[in-house]
């Protein structure tokens, strides 16, 4: 066997107090398509910045070439022929493809004339070389995605590169570009260069790649040749975890339909033929990858974004939203993913923060009176725990999970009739996760539809009433309550297989899943091996439960 | 306290060089100087208030000199056409909030970048205005100066009006969803707008009030003198913007007070006087104003950076 090109030996990495890596060992060789596997929030970004000497380990050796190389910084890990190739190439638009190549692989000082000649012609040898029909006098504004990806790699090749990471590459690709790419990797491969493949489409890599690293929380969970496994077993294999957290329980029965999209669409932002329904009292959890068009979906319902196709019917009517300004007439609030730049503004206080949505509500003549701005502010602190030294604070002085709740303050000064919430806890402690649970438990008690987006796979499963998942910008399946995450992720990679049985259980019991159910899954899953037999071990359970 | 320390650090700043003038210099303290101070400062204060409003929006405005100057000279035509006083006031406001909703519709209706649009609205209205007047004053009836009172009544009236809507505007600016909305939409349009609110219109408006308040500077400033000069109001953005940037209105749009540029305000035009009772060559003057603009930006920048880390 090939001596390795790449060798990393428990690694470990945290952020603050979490940990994002723990004794993570990876290994990749010449000639290699490495696939690295794993949900969001696994530690594949992590991962692939270490290697690429974006962050540096707090734990564990980087061998490069069998020699150990400490204090990877970025310059260093170039000059080692690491290449990353990321899902948005970092090219300048206004430049030739000439000129792009030759900024990155020429080392001529500032004053030194420009050979241009010479700077075409390597352009031209090696995009002939990734087989690209690109022009190098082309300007890199008018190249499409997939080209860029191109000239990404002919500045990877160029600079000699012997690993390759690539990001997602194909996450915006048409199948024939695909083709092209997937050509180009082969050849890379039968170089000798070593690929690191990120792809959350599983036939891709099984089309493509010769090894799978699976990862999820932090960890290494397998490393295995791809013949040797199928895609249920790899999927079990990313999802398989503890569900530590215990969420409040589902007591609350749904009433009317609040919300109800009809082969909702947007032609813009690649969402099409969404239909949903929310009723009031129900947390509807919208599962999916990342890029599956949760947020585009919500952005539409908001007017962030405008629907092209097909109904947004609230309360029983059709209506046009034109703008969030309409969203919110209509009732609709949107608790966006980014709190730090759409959620809250950090410049102001707690109180301007949370009477901006309803100045016009609680003061008429558009005069605020501090008193009544104060008294409502101090009552959503009370209500929703919010920890500060008090309401004139501003929000940047708060914790991530506080921030958030003076998102959700906001809306719920609104008093809206939906509420939509985008990754309701990312980044927020364990502590005021839980916290922000009950209380979006509680709204849907009080009557409130929720549409709650989550990348955090135990939290759709614990807090939903009904779980829709997206796949590539339309819903792919609605699962009950009691799904298991095998389900959503199929779902969710477009596996189907799983999706039906699960959903003929719903119909027979509509019931809430129990803390304990979990844990029985949960332990059930978390074995390494691939042994299949926990399978029809868990969904017996499932059936039997009273 | 820790809240408007940048404010109060100002405040100070003119404080200590009241002091110092009042021991080094207390010719310095003599009514009917002060007096003609701050009368000449009022238009300018007007000016600024509505500057500092569009530098919270995140936008600046350089055109208001040259909106003053075309405000300055209306109002000079109508007054020598003998139109009543209490007619050239809102006249001369309206014909400001004209030039200033130009300037909005162009930056919110259009997305251009103010800096561009006001400094090609500032060039356009000035030349315009020369070749109109080819150079020449606008002479005022003798009935128009001092609103036709005293000259000491005169400027009492221009003193109070200028203050009473510095603080009308600064409780404003505290009280009324609408001021809060400038700021929201300084900080973060992007979020203001997922609030409801609508950044175009706000900073729309913003543009408006600052061509308005130009208009009644201008009333303010010609009634001072018994002709109009069509060059008037040179340099009065810098004026404008040096104040709003001195007093801790972060140019960055969101943050600041009002009350700190009308420290700032006071500040710099006190470094005039200040250098003549001090026997200090009055050239320094422009040296100086620049050398507390600097200091000011730094003591931000310092003060962001801390923030940061």
Redesign the interface.
Known sequence: MASPLLQLTQVTKSFGAVRALSGVSFELLPGEVHALLGENGAGKSTLIKIITGAHQPDSGNIRIGGKEVRHLTPTAAHRHGIACIYQQPALFPDLSVAENIGLRLETTGALRPVAWNERRQRADHLLKRIGAAISSEAEVRSLSMPEQQLVEIACALGAGARIVIMDEPTASLTQKEQHLLFAVVRELRANGVGIIYISHRLEEIFALADRVTVLRDGQSVAVTKLDNINETALIKLMVGRDVTQIYPPADSLPKETVLALRKLGSASNGVHDVSLDVRAGEIVGLAGLVGAGRTELAEIIFGITHGDSGDIIINGKTISIRSPRDAIAHGIAYVPEDRRRHGVILEMSIAANTTMAIHPKIFPSTHLRPSAEKNLTNDYIKNLDIRTYGCDAPAASLSGGNQQKVALARWLATNPKLLILDEPTQGVDIGAKSEIHKIIRRLAKEGMAVLMISSDLPEILGMSDRIAVMREGTITAILPAHSNSHDVMSAALGQATSTKRSQKTSDDEGRAPTVDQYDREAVAEHGRGLGSSDTPENSNQKKSAP | MK?HFRELSIFAALGALLLALAIAAPGFYQLQPIISLLTREAPSLVVALGVAFIIISRQIDISVGSQFAICSVCAGILATKQWPIALIIPASVLSGALLGSINGLLIAGLKLPSIVVTLATMVTWREGLRWQREGQFVNLPDSFQWFGLSQSAGQLTIMISAFALFLLTALAS?????A??V??VG??S?????????PGIITFLAFVFTGALCGLSAILNIVQSPQVDPKSGTGLELKAIAAVVVGGIAISG??GNLWGMFAGLLLLACISPALVHLHIEPYWERAIQGAIILVAVMADGFHTRKARD
Do not use: D, Q, V
């Open positions: 809240r505290k009280r009324l969803a609408a809060r909305y700021y929201a900080s973060n992007e979020a203001a707008r997922l609030a409801g609110i609508r969101g943050r």
